[in-house]
């Protein structure tokens, strides 16, 4: 059965490292890490991770260029098989790609340049700049069609994806249904990137470091399986995937 595995969390909570792990656990298959952040290969010399030690890891840099970004997921997707992980660090960080490459393409400018011309044309600025029936549609096409729907739905592979998340502004509403309610209610977080990666994963939990230096995740959603969503699981010293295989039964 497939795996498609969403971890949210704040910064120096254990996620890009529990990528990271399933390289180590899963030495007879293939992880592939896109990685917009440059952090991997710096999380894996801070512990000591030696590289060529680990050669079923690759770790793919993505830039500002949309085009080549889609030309190395198209890549690993052909080379990735059934057993193999497929993973995108920073999930915000691909929906702000996906912007940046509309932007270009369409106004020949980058999105707060856009904003900018905007106001000092005195012109509404709604959407962030966007049309929001125009612009962000295909917006979300960009990133959904070309890649995480792709990924998650459509391809053969299994999929773990890491985000950030922020808090809620106290302006701002907050859900009191659904999976984005259990985010909110319980963590007073929501996870940061498109809106709809929420709905995409089966298995979601939050990644959080306690003031003591212990890491801990919580499960928020586990499609199929029964969940305590007040459950807590220690993971200093281990990962999120080694943990939770071992609580499911699944083997590695």
């Not at 990924?151 to 808090?167: D, G, P, W």
């Not at 939990?205 to 305590?228: C, E, Q, S, W």
């Amino acid at each position: 059965m497939r795996e498609k595995v969403l971890l949210a969390g704040d910064s120096n909570t254990s996620k890009t490292m529990s990528l990271v792990s399933l390289a180590l656990l899963n030495t007879d298959r293939q992880v592939y890490i896109f990685d917009p952040d440059d952090g991997t290969r710096k999380l894996m010399v801070e512990f000591g991770i030696e590289t060529e030690l680990v050669p079923n890891l690759h770790i793919i840099e993505v830039k500002s260029d949309w085009k080549e970004f889609i030309r190395n997921y198209e890549e690993v997707k052909e080379k990735a098989t059934e057993d193999d992980w497929v993973c995108f660090d920073m999930l915000g960080r691909f929906w702000d790609l996906a912007q940046l490459f509309y932007s270009r393409e369409v106004f020949g400018k980058d999105p707060i340049d856009h904003i900018l011309t905007l106001k000092k044309q005195a012109q509404a600025v709604n959407f962030g700049g966007f049309d929001g029936l125009q612009d962000w549609s295909l917006i979300k096409r960009l990133h959904n069609e070309k890649v995480l729907d792709d990924a998650v739905i459509y391809s053969k592979f299994n999929v773990m994806a890491t985000t950030s998340v922020s808090a809620y502004l106290p302006v701002e509403k907050v859900p009191t249904t659904g999976i984005a309610s259990i985010y909110a209610q319980e963590f007073r977080i929501k996870p940061e990137g498109e809106k709809h990666n929420i709905y995409r994963f089966d298995t979601q939990a939050v990644m959080y470091r306690k003031p003591t230096g212990t890491y801990h995740f919580r499960l928020v959603r586990d499609r199929g399986r029964n969940i305590d969503v007040k459950q807590e699981f220690d993971i200093t010293n281990s990962s999120f995937w080694k943990v939770y295989t071992e609580y499911r039964g699944i083997p590695l």
